[in-house]
T-cell receptor, first 113, second 114 residues
Framework: GDSVTQMEGPVTLSEEAFLTINCTYT??????LFWYVQYPGEGLQLLLK?????DKGSNKGFEATYRKETTSFHLEKGSVQVSDSAVYFC????????????FGTGTRLTIIP | EAGVTQFPSHSVIEKGQTVTLRCDPI?????LYWYRRVMGKEIKFLLH????????ESGMPNNRFLAERTGGTYSTLKVQPAELEDSGVYFC????????????FGQGTRLTVV
């Protein structure tokens, strides 16, 4: 079945550091890929997505590129801020008709000033 | 537009008791999903409604869990009787019945079984 493997946390970085959170997946067909974020005390929010190979999703300075050859969707940000502290989840969704999301374990990110 | 709303936000119950979680999806969203995150682990799919019909309930852990969506609007997830391993955060999400549409999540219900 489908699965997502995500970099274990927690991750602690200084403000303005470069961030990478690794995510790889196993899936049949042509899944869509997502990064969700959960800020403290809030629900899950979609951060970015990519629906086909070589697509790049971007939002709030975060980027991730759908790499079919390496089955990866790594999340990157060039300069993190304290407000980026949250839990980040990588996820995939199957084709239309199989729309459930399969999530990774989540990575807790803490940014220190 | 109101978001996905879940009630209660927290629930603490004793082992053996019954708990009912509620989810109000975004109006007009035919798809409704339940997910669960047990402490520190991945968020796992429980089931998927399309309107009032169960499209996929392959993630339901056992027959102590019962989900309903009468009338195709709000949904309830009942756990009876609750066990310690049922503790976790239960998320609900909804989306339109269209390809590549975004799923919107509620804030979750944190269930603690003691």
């Amino acid at each position: 079945g489908d699965s997502v493997t995500q970099m274990e946390g927690p991750v602690t970085l200084s403000e303005e550091a470069f961030l990478t959170i690794n995510c790889t997946y196993t899936a049949t067909g042509y899944p869509s890929l997502f990064w969700y974020v959960q800020y403290p005390g809030e629900g899950l929010q979609l951060l970015l997505k990519a629906t086909k190979a070589d697509d790049k999703g971007s939002n709030k300075g975060f980027e991730a590129t759908y790499r079919k050859e390496t089955t990866s969707f790594h999340l990157e940000k060039g300069s993190v801020q304290v407000s980026d502290s949250a839990v980040y989840f990588c996820a995939l969704r199957g084709d239309f008709g199989n729309e459930k999301l399969t999530f990774g374990t989540g990575t807790r990110l803490t940014i220190i000033p | 537009e109101a978001g996905v709303t879940q009630f209660p936000s927290h629930s603490v119950i004793e082992k053996g008791q019954t708990v009912t979680l509620r989810c109000d999806p975004i109006s007009g969203h035919d798809n409704l999903y339940w997910y669960r995150r047990v402490m520190g682990k991945e968020i796992k799919f429980l089931l998927h409604f399309v309107k009032e019909s169960k499209q996929d309930e392959s993630g339901m852990p056992n027959n102590r869990f019962l989900a309903e969506r009468t009338g195709g609007t709000y949904s309830t997830l009942k756990v009876q009787p609750a066990e310690l391993e049922d503790s976790g955060v239960y998320f609900c999400a909804s989306s339109r019945r269209q390809q590549n549409t975004e799923a919107f999540f509620g804030q979750g219900t944190r269930l603690t079984v003691v």
